[in-house]
């Protein structure tokens, strides 16, 4: 079993910072790409940003110059800083991981989501 758990939502004024967290834990033996998505109110679920194992990312155009994606392997965690937040940033963001797990199976592992809104 594979879990993720996020952290560091909240609200924030427009032009604000936020950091969020998303902590693997279970059985892993590797982590490959990891990756935050968001979904607004009555809207799909996006990707923001995605990290490979390595120190490749990608991001929306939305986002770019703005936010940045890192990871720390050691810890099984990856990380979202948000910078210089616009009210249309505000969304449920989730944490999504390509895990191969201990039993040797690939699983695409999502966490539960933390809220972020941008309001003055």
């Known amino acids: 079993q594979v879990q993720l758990v996020e952290s560091g939502g909240g609200l924030v004024q427009p032009g604000g910072s936020l950091r969020l967290s998303c902590a693997a834990s279970g059985s892993i033996l590797r982590i490959n790409a990891m990756g935050w998505y968001r979904q607004a109110p009555g809207k799909e679920r996006e990707l923001v940003a995605t990290?490979?194992?390595?120190?490749?990312?990608n991001y929306v155009d939305s986002v770019k110059g703005r936010f940045t994606i890192s990871r720390d392997n050691a810890k099984n965690t990856a990380y979202l800083q948000m910078n210089s937040l616009k009210p249309e940033d505000t969304a449920v963001y989730y944490c999504n991981a390509d895990v191969l797990s201990g039993s040797m199976r690939y699983l695409e592992v999502w966490g539960q989501g933390t809220l972020v809104t941008v309001s003055s």
């Open positions: 990290i490979t194992s390595g120190v490749n990312t």
